[in-house]
T-cell receptor, first 116, second 113 residues
Framework: GAGVSQSPSNKVTEKGKDVELRCDPISGHTALYWYRQRLGQGLEFLIYFQGNSAPDKSGLPSDRFSAERTGESVSTLTIQRTQQEDSAVYLC??????????????FGPGTRLLVL | GESVGLHLPTLSVQEGDNSIINCAYSNSASDYFIWYKQESGKGPQFIIDIRSNMDKRQGQRVTVLLNKTVKHLSLQIAATQPGDSAVYFCAEKTTGGSYIPTFGRGTSLIVHP
């Protein structure tokens, strides 16, 4: 079946512009995660959605970052007034049963964001 | 604070050799560990996991070893192949804790033919 998909795959923008990144999770997966990965670094947690519960936004680095999720499907990550430091790969993951702590996350290919 | 990290950022091996990638963790409450493989231009992919009630778990050409005494985790890849070239991340979780795994920085494995 289809995996997690993300769009666009690459995005080049100018400093100060807003960008929207999209994630389509695996159908039926109730949990969705956004991560940021800077070049040569590990994964930095941004935000977590689980069903209709309030999202865990504890990883968002500033109020320029926000995310939404429509039910248990598509999510968009928005970065307002982009800065050069926002340049990174933004990864989305979904999982089936987050109430089981051993649940496996399935990652999308990421969106490579470059802020000039 | 608590963290998960890796000893070696880059590991170069010859094709056919065995590879060992190490990971240290500091949260003694961590009881579930996961290894991911991330190939260039792709998202991380689950390889193998292990619970803290185990010391060893084997998969296809991969073995994960857990030493809770020294809070150390390793991933062994047998007969390493060029297709194994990737960045490998360890991650940890804690029962009753966050659903969000904590990822280490990653080790880049380079396999020379």
């Amino acid at each position: 079946g289809a995996g997690v998909s993300q769009s666009p795959s690459n995005k080049v923008t100018e400093k100060g512009k807003d960008v929207e990144l999209r994630c389509d999770p695996i159908s039926g997966h109730t949990a969705l995660y956004w991560y940021r990965q800077r070049l040569g670094q590990g994964l930095e947690f941004l935000i977590y959605f689980q069903g209709n519960s309030a999202p865990d936004k504890s990883g968002l680095p500033s109020d320029r970052f926000s995310a939404e999720r429509t039910g248990e499907s598509v999510s968009t990550l928005t970065i307002q007034r982009t800065q050069q430091e926002d340049s990174a790969v933004y990864l989305c993951a979904s999982s089936l049963r987050p109430d089981t702590y051993q649940e496996t996350q399935y990652f999308g290919p990421g969106t490579r964001l470059l802020v000039l | 604070g608590e963290s998960v990290g890796l000893h070696l950022p880059t590991l170069s091996v010859q094709e056919g050799d065995n590879s060992i990638i190490n990971c240290a963790y500091s949260n003694s409450a961590s009881d579930y560990f996961i290894w991911y493989k991330q190939e260039s231009g792709k998202g991380p992919q689950f390889i193998i996991d292990i619970r803290s009630n185990m010391d060893k778990r084997q998969g296809q050409r991969v073995t994960v070893l857990l030493n809770k005494t020294v809070k150390h985790l390793s991933l062994q890849i047998a007969a390493t192949q060029p297709g194994d070239s990737a960045v490998y991340f360890c991650a940890e979780k804690t029962t009753g804790g966050s659903y969000i795994p904590t990822f280490g920085r990653g080790t880049s494995l380079i396999v020379h033919p």
